[in-house]
């Protein structure tokens, strides 16, 4: 972590596909034959490590994602369009991951990397959306604020900036919706006294760019 004492970090790589399972958005991803990851430590989740992931789908010997880098479903491949997917274990649904992807070269030849701001306890796989990414996305993500984190009986979403019509949806770790509110500023105040002790997920639901995950938070009274 970024501070505090040392944390035990336990990484699996596994060079096959993670059973698909069930998805917080269904049909939306298309998830890695080539490999997942399972993570465990001694850590409250989500923990602030500055994580970093790369991938690498080229057309040469020592690719680590040749057959997810490619284009599927008649949707073409493109970088914009990768994201990472979470979850807690096989009973609980795949929910996307806070990310930011940067691309090393050409946006289509499957070389770059993911930047994190957190990580927690569970699985993890690479995978990509069926319908395009907007690089705006990108820059929702990187501009939502949450706080505080653990929250006790409120959580601050800074939005920076928001669509009408918007609503925040607020999921459990077994991916159920909690809480939902129609998003009336771009600062908002969300009750979360009366939610169970334990790691959530919040995504922000608009007309124009759908569901999009803006980050996770930890509710601990």
């Known amino acids: 972590p970024r501070e505090g004492p040392p944390t035990l970090v336990r990484m699996e790589q596994y060079w096959v596909a993670a059973d698909n399972g069930a998805f917080a958005e269904p049909f939306a991803y298309v998830i890695s034959p080539d490999r997942y990851w399972r993570l465990s430590g001694n850590w409250t989740d989500p923990q602030r490590f500055a994580a970093r992931l790369n991938f690498d789908g080229r057309d040469n010997l020592n690719t680590f994602d040749p057959l997810l880098m490619r284009d599927s479903l008649g949707v073409d ?5 990768l994201v990472l997917l979470h979850r807690y274990g096989p009973g609980s649904p ?3 991951w806070s990310d930011v992807v940067f691309s090393l070269g050409s946006f289509t030849d ?3 990397r993911m930047e994190l701001d957190s990580v927690a306890t569970g ?27 653990p929250a006790d009986d409120h959580l601050m979403v ?10 925040i949806l607020i999921h459990d770790a077994g991916g159920r919706v909690v809480e939902r509110q129609l998003v ?4 908002l105040w969300l009750a979360t006294s009366a ?9 922000i639901r608009t007309l124009v760019r759908g569901t999009m995950n803006i980050g996770r938070f930890v509710v601990q009274h």
Do not use: K, M
């Open 123 to 149: 699985e993890y796989a690479l995978a990509w959306r069926t319908s395009p990414v907007a690089i705006s996305e990108q820059g929702i993500h990187q501009a939502v604020i949450l706080g505080p984190n």
């Open 195 to 203: 939610l169970a002790n334990g790691p959530y997920t919040i995504e």
């Open 184 to 187: 009336s500023e771009a600062l």
């Open 110 to 112: 499957g070389f770059g």
């Open 77 to 81: 491949f493109h970088e914009d369009s």
């Open 158 to 167: 800074d939005l920076g900036t928001f669509e009408a019509g918007s609503e």
């Open 94 to 96: 795949w929910v996307r």
